[in-house]
T-cell receptor
Framework: DVKVTQSSRYLVKRTGEKVFLECVQDMDHENMFWYRQDPGLGLRLIYFSYDVKMKEKGDIPEGYSVSREKKERFSLILESASTNQTSMYLC?????????????FGPGTRLTVL | DQQVKQNSPSLSVQEGRISILNCDYTNSMFDYFLWYKKYPAEGPTFLISISSIKDKNEDGRFTVFLNKSAKHLSLHIVPSQPGDSAVYFCAASARNFNKFYFGSGTKLNVKP
């Protein structure tokens, strides 16, 4: 059974703080993803990684960075949090077989930036 | 510009009846489609998928229909149960893509 865990379920930060969101998967998946979910906008891809130390920008990377030092762990970093980054953040992972694969999601982190 | 659209933000259905959730896409390169279900305070969970070589895929109470010419897919839930109440997202991708495009979601409420 695939398990994707995220370090926090709820997080409250102040404007300007540096924020780290951690994601860990236990299925040896190559691909990992960070999304944010906002009402009426669905899931929007922030960054993804298809291998250790590799990263690619998604649709809305501005204001975010990522780190993947180990295969099982993918971190999302908000260098200087702003109120418009208040959102639900979802991490996902998938196996890479050359064909599109099902993504498995973590439970999400509800981030509030005051 | 959203490439995958779910134009109905919400849907209410009586228990035992059919729920039909719709999804439209614009990119003709898409050849793989999925539906995810999301409960509050949980991450989305995979429900059912369909490849463009098919026009229907069935899994128990859930059936996904794909109309390539109309660039439209739909998810049918028969019979609907209160436990099906959740937000449903459709997603699309293609063989050469390395990411999925998600719709904005439809909140389904199944009334007992």
């Amino acid at each position: 059974d695939v398990k994707v865990t995220q370090s926090s379920r709820y997080l409250v930060k102040r404007t300007g703080e540096k924020v780290f969101l951690e994601c860990v998967q236990d299925m040896d998946h190559e691909n990992m993803f960070w999304y944010r979910q906002d009402p009426g906008l669905g899931l929007r891809l922030i960054y993804f990684s298809y291998d250790v130390k590799m990263k690619e920008k998604g649709d809305i990377p501005e204001g975010y960075s990522v780190s993947r030092e180990k295969k099982e762990r993918f971190s999302l970093i908000l260098e200087s949090a702003s109120t418009n980054q208040t959102s639900m953040y979802l991490c996902a992972s998938s196996q890479r077989t050359g064909v599109t694969d099902t993504q498995y999601f973590g439970p999400g982190t509800r981030l509030t930036v005051l | 510009d959203q490439q995958v659209k779910q134009n109905s933000p919400s849907l209410s259905v009586q228990e035992g009846r059919i729920s039909i959730l719709n999804c439209d896409y614009t990119n003709s390169m898409f050849d793989y489609f999925l539906w995810y279900k999301k409960y509050p305070a949980e991450g989305p969970t995979f429900l059912i998928s369909i490849s463009s070589i098919k026009d229907k895929n069935e899994d128990g109470r859930f059936t996904v229909f794909l109309n390539k010419s109309a660039k439209h897919l739909s998810l049918h839930i028969v019979p609907s149960q209160p436990g099906d109440s959740a937000v449903y997202f459709c997603a699309a991708s293609a063989r050469n893509f390395n990411k999925f495009y998600f719709g904005s979601g439809t909140k389904l409420n199944v009334k007992p």
